[in-house]
């Protein structure tokens, strides 16, 4: 059984650009770059995966936007945690630093998977739940949206918590099954995508009085509807009726929460494919180290990059 590093792309480059310290010899910052390599290295060196995605940003989902014009509008900027004051943030060094991160990871045996008039969410949802489902995946992110994915096979490192998250830890901080987890945050909603829930109805509320979320079984949305109209029945909860009258703005939340192949147009889904497919991977560690001289980078161990990736091969290939 094969083993999938799948890392979300800008959702770790963010991290690191924000609260990374490093700079280049120009003074510029370059902490995303830093950051990223070191923890996608690290990841590659302890899960020993048989192969590295990169999933990045595809502009956003339009069919999502065409579902709920006020999807991700009032997202929050990017709240920088340096440890130094005197040198401004710009769109231009963001930029800069994609760009490079991009190239230099084109050097390593990564694949890089960018998908136009997506998300990079949808992208990962489709890649674990159908194209990969029978790898052993470890997905790098910090975004919760992803904790529906989580199985048996299936885990996420949070960049975040720093720790990894499996079915026992969001069952234990949530008290909700990761297999409805994706109808719970319908539910309550998502306020860093601008997703409106039922007012008043928090995870806390709904493990209290909905049994179905702590089961491994699946619950569908009409099976909670009904439930909660029974309950509602014998007990006027604020919250149940909250959620009943909340009920088309659930349904709708379920089509922009759940990552699966409904955002995905079939070109799409054949470029994934054929990216994850295609076995010609390219290694190219002088024309890494040109790429680092040439931008003042000493920051980073190019050694240690590929070494990590060429004893994970020798290992692979003696087992």
Not at 66 to 93: A, T
């Amino acid at each position: 059984m094969e083993k999938t590093l799948i890392v979300d792309g800008l959702n770790l480059f963010t991290r690191h650009y924000t609260a990374h310290p490093a700079m280049n010899a120009n003074g510029e910052q370059i902490g995303g770059i830093v950051g990223f390599y070191y923890t996608v290295i690290d990841k590659v060196e302890k899960f020993k995966p048989d192969k590295t995605v990169i999933v990045w940003e595809g502009g956003g989902s339009k069919r999502k936007r065409d579902l709920y014009s006020d999807y991700k509008k009032k997202s929050r900027p990017q709240r920088m945690n340096r440890y130094y004051e005197d040198i401004p943030d710009s769109i231009q060094n963001r930029n800069f630093q994609l760009k490079l991160l991009i190239n230099l990871m084109s050097k390593l045996p990564i694949k890089q998977i960018y998908v136009e008039d997506c998300e990079a969410d949808d992208v990962i949802g489709y890649m674990s739940t159908y194209k990969l489902a029978d790898d052993i995946k470890l997905i790098i992110s910090s975004d919760h949206d992803f904790y529906q994915l989580i199985n048996d096979k299936t885990r996420i490192w949070s960049p975040t918590l720093k720790a990894l998250v499996d079915k026992q830890k969001v069952i234990d901080r949530y008290d909700i099954h990761p297999n409805n987890f994706c109808l719970a945050k319908c539910i309550v909603g998502d306020p860093s995508d601008n997703i409106k829930g039922a007012p008043g109805v928090g995870f806390k509320t709904l493990a209290k009085h909905f049994s179905e979320f702590q089961s491994d079984q699946e619950c569908t949305i009409d099976q909670l509807l009904e439930s909660c109209n029974g309950k509602y029945q014998e007990k006027e909860l604020k919250a149940f009726r909250s959620i009943l009258d909340n009920a088309d703005t659930i349904k709708r939340n379920w089509r922009l929460v759940l990552l699966d192949m409904q955002n995905l147009s079939h070109q799409q889904i054949v470029k994934v494919n054929n990216i994850i497919e295609n076995d010609d991977e390219k290694i190219d560690k002088m024309g890494m180290m040109r790429l680092l001289l040439k931008n003042g980078i000493q920051n980073l161990n190019v050694e240690k990059g590929f070494l990590t990736f060429k004893i994970n091969k020798l290992n692979k290939g003696n087992q």
